[in-house]
């Protein structure tokens, strides 16, 4: 089936750590982003890229980083300047304005 | 630049009554706007689409959404809600460059 595959789907990280959330997709789309999701904020971009080996700053890129090696893979680190990281992230891909998700991995700081 | 307003962060209902969302956007070209819905812990599924054409649209699940441009909204109704229905939900808006802008969501619950 095709998709967005999203893991883990739980990720627990200690302070000052790196950590990278995968985003994975069979949908053959150019475009892909991610989002991040805290409750009554709705959601708000982080990265997005239009094609492989580009990407732009969303509204909240600080302490954030991504690469886009291939058109099916779009990783997200957090790195140990995001200093709120605890949160739902969200990646999407999209193709003649409609937007697929993934099913979101909940990053927790312990 | 293009934004969106969700009014009322929760809303509920009983069921059989009619579910209302509100949703107003700001945009500086002809949009493309999105009703979501989100269940707990999981992504997000699209219900509708405008982009060109018809401004009544209809979706999955019974939902339909009227854009009307005069008044900048892309309100979504459904005529008679399903204790299924509880989820939250999202509007959201794009441009040329697809890009989406969402609202802060709107919680439906369902009363039996």
């Known amino acids: 089936d095709g998709g967005i595959t999203q893991s883990p789907k739980y990720l627990f990280r200690k302070e000052g750590q790196n950590v990278t959330l995968s985003c994975e997709q069979n949908?053959?789309?150019?475009?892909m982003y991610w989002y991040r999701q805290d409750p009554g904020q709705g959601l708000r971009l982080i990265y997005y890229s239009q094609i492989v080996n580009d990407f732009q700053k969303g509204d909240i890129a600080e302490g954030y980083s991504v690469s886009r090696e291939k058109k099916e893979s779009f990783p997200l680190t957090v790195t140990s300047a995001q200093k709120n990281p605890t949160a739902f992230y969200l990646c999407?891909?999209?193709?003649?304005?409609?937007?697929?998700f993934g099913q979101g991995t909940r990053l927790t700081v312990v | 630049a293009q934004s969106v307003t969700q009014l009322g962060s929760h809303v509920s209902v009983s069921e059989g009554a009619l579910v209302l969302l509100r949703c107003n956007y700001s945009s500086s070209v002809p949009p493309y706007l999105f009703w979501y819905v989100q269940y707990p812990n999981q992504g997000l599924q699209l219900l509708l689409k405008?982009?060109?054409?018809?401004?009544l649209v209809k979706g999955i699940n019974g939902f339909e959404a009227e854009f009307k441009k005069s008044e900048t909204s892309f309100h979504l109704t459904k005529p008679s809600a399903h204790m299924s229905d509880a989820a939250e939900y999202f509007c959201?808006?794009?441009?040329?460059?697809?890009?989406?802008?969402f609202g802060a969501g709107t919680t439906v619950t369902v009363r039996a």
């Open positions: 405008y982009t060109t054409g018809a401004t």
């Open positions: 959201a808006v794009s441009e040329y460059d697809y890009k989406l802008s």
């Open positions: 999407a891909s999209s193709m003649n304005s409609e937007a697929f």
């Open positions: 949908l053959n789309h150019d475009a």
